[in-house]
Nanobody, 118 residues
Framework: QVQLVESGGGLVQAGGSLRLSCSAS????????MGWFRQAPGKEREMVAQ????????YYLDSVKGRFTISRVNEDNSLYLQMDNLKHEDTAVYFC???????????WGRGTQVTVSS
């Protein structure tokens, strides 16, 4: 069983930055593909970024490329999402997710709210 807990959300003005963290309670954290998703009110959940366990493969949603950076510290069972130059349309609940295969996520955190004021 994998337990994921997100933190770091909040209210920020457009153009500002936030850093989300996800702490994972799991053995062999480095074996898991990790991802960040978001869901805005009235919209479907979308993948923001994902990162592989060992080789550092990365994926970013087009609208966040150049502004968001996903990273992980396997020794600390931690996942991060650095979000810079935030826009109002980035407002959403952000979720941390884990899976054993690229693009296929089985475990989810409860989410953290990010609100960007315009």
């Amino acid at each position: 069983q994998v337990q994921l807990v997100e933190s770091g959300g909040g209210l920020v003005q457009a153009g500002g930055s936030l850093r989300l963290s996800c702490s994972a309670s799991v053995r062999f954290f480095s074996r898991y593909v990790m991802g960040w998703f978001r869901q805005a009110p009235g919209k479907e959940r979308e993948m923001v970024a994902q990162i592989s366990g060992y080789r550092g493969s990365l994926y970013y949603l087009d609208s966040v490329k150049g502004r968001f950076t996903i990273s992980r510290v396997n020794e600390d069972n931690s996942l991060y999402l650095q979000m810079d130059n935030l826009k109002h349309e980035d407002t959403a609940v952000y979720f941390c997710a884990a899976g054993v295969r690229w693009g296929d996520f089985e475990f989810w955190g409860r989410g953290t709210q990010v609100t960007v004021s315009s």
